[in-house]
């Protein structure tokens, strides 16, 4: 059963046209992330919540924001996206497990900017 | 910022061949995670281990964390095609809160 769920798969938008990319978990994990991935490249984390807790990283561009509505659901918003930021989306959770902490991804979301 | 460097970054062998990738870093982390993705999904979480000098099995791979707890490797036995995909050494930091990945090992197996 799907644990961290993102949709679309894949999304195609237009240069420049706002696009939102959603994420649903049903772990109930406090924390939630988004990270981007360029082909055969390590994933780059944007932010992450920890519950309603906010954190940017540094060199995320302002093109990128982020809602988190509830514990479930963390969504994307690309305001006015370049060819540069044709990617995989992968949206991850985490919970602490012992004494050390575990994380989760969904399937990702491959987005197409045309 | 802590960095995971991962090595090799690419690595293609025929089927049937022994193989190890590498994870290593100068800081000391309390747990590590090895992931693996396939093309367009997400990453998978194979193993996370814990214990310095800890060794984990998971089939035909098996894992093991230094001693120090500032390297890990991955080691397969007889790969197959199916092993091929992109593979992630992964540890939090910042609190426990924020995943840092390692550079990452493309591997391919070919018949």
């Known amino acids: 059963d799907a644990m961290v769920i993102q949709n679309p798969r894949y999304q195609v938008t237009q240069f420049g046209k706002p696009v939102t990319l959603s994420c649903s978990q049903t772990?109930?994990?406090?924390?939630m992330y988004w990270y981007q991935q360029k082909s055969s490249q390590a994933p780059k984390l944007l932010f992450h919540?920890?519950?309603?807790?906010?954190?940017n990283e540094a060199d995320t561009p302002d093109n990128f924001q982020s809602r988190r509505p509830n514990t479930s659901f963390c969504f994307l918003d690309i305001r006015s996206p370049g060819l540069g930021d044709a990617a995989m989306y992968l949206c991850?959770?985490?919970?602490?497990?012992?004494?050390?902490?575990?994380?989760?991804f969904g399937q990702g979301t491959r987005l197409t900017v045309v | 910022t802590q960095l995971l460097e991962q090595s090799p970054q690419f690595l293609s062998i025929q089927e049937g061949e022994n193989l190890t990738v590498y994870c290593n870093s100068s800081?000391?982390?309390?747990?590590l995670q090895w992931y693996r993705q396939e093309p367009g999904e997400g990453p998978v979480l194979l193993v996370t281990?814990?214990?310095?000098?800890e060794v984990k099995k998971l089939k035909r791979l098996t894992f093991q964390f230094g001693d120090a707890r500032k390297d890990s490797s991955l080691h397969i036995t007889a790969a197959q095609p199916g092993d091929t995909g992109l593979y992630l050494c992964?540890?939090?930091?910042?609190?426990?809160?924020?995943?840092?990945f390692g550079t990452g090992t493309q591997l391919k197996v070919e018949l």
């Open positions: 281990v814990v214990t310095g000098g």
């Open positions: 919540y920890y519950d309603k807790d906010f954190n």
């Open positions: 772990l109930n994990h406090n924390v």
């Open positions: 800081s000391v982390f309390s747990s």
């Open positions: 991850a959770t985490s919970r602490v497990r012992d004494r050390y902490t575990e994380a989760f």
């Open positions: 992964v540890s939090f930091t910042g609190g426990g809160n924020k995943l840092t």
